[in-house]
Structure formats: C-alpha cells, structure tokens
Nanobody, 125 residues
C-alpha cells in the first residue's frame, strides 16, 4: 500500500487549499482515509476522516473549514481547507485503514496501518 499526499504550499491567511491523497496497492473503495497534521514542536493530530461509505468525521476545531471527500474511481481522497489560518501551518498526512476496523474517538494514529509522506502547508499572515 502506498499513499502520497500533495497539494500543499505557501498561502496567505484566508486562502483555500485542496490537498490530495493518491493511493495504490489497495482496493481503495474498501478503505477509510484519515487526515492528520503535525505543526512544529507539536505531536501529530487528527483532523478528518472519510469512511469507505463516504461518511466524514472531523476534529471539532476544524469543523466548518475542512471538508474531506473521495473519488474511488481515481483512488484519491481530498481535504479541502478554507479560510486558512496561521495555526493551520503544518505537515499534512493521509493514512488508510481497511473498512470494518474500529477507530477511537477521535481517531488516533495507531488506528491506521498505512501512511503516506506528508505535504507541507504554510500559512502566512
């Protein structure tokens, strides 16, 4: 299983970004995809998850600004980030876990077996 996150960059506060996570080596439609981020000096934290059915779940602090979706035909999950804030600056990672698995509330890193390299998002004021 391979995952590759992309779409990060240097943006200004208030801008929007759409991150992509392309998966290979798995039956993508049978996997949930989680998004995590890690800011400098902080531990990696959960931000969003999209289940194999398309149901989405968000960390409370990002609700209303983050939207995750998926296109199974393209083996790709997306994370739309609107109204970016400086505190959104982080490396963003996607992770996948086979459907039928249980997740903590909120999902934790150990809930996911496959991880991709992250993509850097830097938000300037």
């Amino acid at each position: 299983v391979q995952l590759q996150a992309s779409g990060g960059g240097l943006v200004q506060a208030g801008d929007s970004l759409r991150l992509s996570c392309v998966a290979s080596g798995l039956t993508f439609s049978m996997y949930a995809v989680g998004w995590f981020r890690q800011s400098p000096g902080k531990e990696r934290e959960f931000v969003a998850l999209i289940g194999w059915s398309g149901m989405a779940y968000y960390e409370n602090s990002v609700k209303g600004r983050f939207t995750t979706s998926r296109d199974n035909a393209k083996n790709t999950a997306y994370l739309q980030i609107d109204s970016l804030k400086e505190e959104d600056t982080a490396v963003y990672y996607c992770a996948a876990q086979r459907a039928g698995s249980s997740f903590a509330t909120p999902p934790q890193e150990h809930d996911f077996s496959s991880w991709g390299r992250g993509t850097q998002v830097t938000v300037s004021s």
